[in-house]
């Protein structure tokens, strides 16, 4: 069951059910590896240098696992919780490479919903249709909507 619209300052806990999902499509690019190389401090050659990861068993670069584990972030913040939700922890499990030229498909699915507000999310990020990447979240929702 795909999520309906993320309702202005996300779901809350009582608008969440067990299956909704919500997936957001990424492609890889060099610019976007060498942003979270940039960003994250990661500068690994197998992720920025063509010569280096050639030479790799990889044969050639591969992006930065988390920066795919980031797109879940993503779904998280803005569609599936969305704005409001707050990561309480998150298991990641790296299954393939990603490449440039890779369009990812970043998936959040409830799996649980505590009455405490903890929600557990199954994470995946894919490519082509196999999985590079799963995992779980814990994540924190609001039980109210806040006033404008």
Do not use: W
């Amino acid at each position: 069951m795909n999520a309906p619209p993320t309702p202005q300052g996300g779901f809350i806990l009582d608008e969440l059910a067990v299956g909704m999902s919500a997936e957001l499509q990424v492609p890889i690019t060099h610019e976007r590896i060498m942003a979270f190389a940039e960003a994250s401090g990661d500068h690994n050659p197998l992720h920025v240098d063509e010569a280096y990861a050639q030479a790799s068993p990889y044969r050639g670069r591969v992006a930065h696992g988390l920066l795919s584990a980031s797109f879940v972030s993503a779904v998280v913040g803005t569609i599936l919780p969305g704005p409001g939700a707050i990561y309480l922890g998150q298991t990641l499990n790296f299954h393939k490479p990603v490449r440039i030229g890779d369009v990812v498909t970043a998936r959040v699915t409830v799996q649980s919903i505590d009455p405490s507000a903890r929600v557990i999310l199954k994470t995946e990020c894919l490519v082509a249709g196999e999985s590079v990447l799963e995992g779980e979240a814990t994540i924190r929702v609001p039980r109210r909507r806040r006033r404008s």
